[in-house]
């Protein structure tokens, strides 16, 4: 089943304890980006990865590190949270022959 | 003010009933709309997506585009308690932007038996 998949779904951590938060994908996309929602805001691009080894800032990078060492991760890393990055945050991946995106479950990040 | 502005509803609608949503947006450079369900607990689902102005059918969702409005719209007909969830709309410069989505804030449909 063609699947973007997130790990884990549901996390709690505190104040400044480094966390990485993994996305997966089986579609041999070439694109991979991941957002945060939140309400009244909506979701909004953090990172994004055009390809293996480019990245770049989205809307919203601050706080937030990626890397894309292969085509079918991209994972989210934390390196000192705090708790205005408490949210819900989704992957997405694009085979980027078109604008279209599709996302994974979800993980529901709360940091104390 | 938002580049995408949603209404949050909520919508209900008696099952059966044409389900109305729309989006406007202020940013002329989105080439790219695009629809998606969300259910509770659940990532977002693309529905449809349409390129510049005009309509598109899908079953029964209907998609317009506006451009010289800068207004969107998506019709669903005969609506059924399993279409309850938030809908979004989601814009794109694609393929500049780094192919960004820009997101409304999205609006929750509940369709009642």
């Known amino acids: 089943e063609a699947q973007v998949t997130q790990n884990p779904r549901y996390l709690i951590t505190v104040t400044g304890k480094k966390l990485t938060v993994t996305c997966s994908q089986n579609m041999n996309h070439e694109y991979m980006s991941w957002y945060r929602q939140d309400p009244g805001l909506g979701l909004r691009q953090i990172y994004y990865?055009?390809?293996?080894?480019?990245?770049d800032k989205g809307d919203v990078p601050e706080g937030y590190k990626v890397s894309r060492k292969e085509k079918r991760n991209f994972p989210l890393i934390l390196e000192s949270p705090s708790p205005n990055q408490t949210s819900l945050y989704f992957c997405?991946?694009?085979?980027?022959?078109?604008?279209?995106?599709?996302f994974g479950p979800g993980t529901r990040l709360t940091v104390t | 003010q938002k580049e995408v502005e949603q209404d949050p509803g909520p919508l209900s609608v008696p099952e059966g009933a044409i389900v109305s949503l729309n989006c406007t947006y202020s940013?002329?450079?989105?080439?790219?709309f695009m629809w998606y369900r969300q259910y509770s607990r659940k990532g977002p689902e693309l529905l449809m997506y349409t390129y510049s102005s005009g309509n598109k059918e899908d079953g029964r969702f209907t998609a317009q585009v506006d451009k010289s409005s800068k207004y969107i719209s998506l019709f669903i007909r005969d609506s059924q308690p399993s279409d309850s969830a938030t809908y979004l709309c989601?814009?794109?410069?694609?393929?500049?932007?780094?192919?960004?989505?820009?997101f409304g804030g999205g609006t929750r449909v509940l369709v009642k038996p």
């Open positions: 990865s055009m390809n293996v080894e480019v990245t």
């Open positions: 989601a814009m794109s410069a694609y393929p500049g932007a780094g192919n960004k989505l820009t």
């Open positions: 940013n002329s450079a989105f080439q790219y």
């Open positions: 997405a991946s694009s085979p980027g022959t078109g604008p279209e995106q599709y």
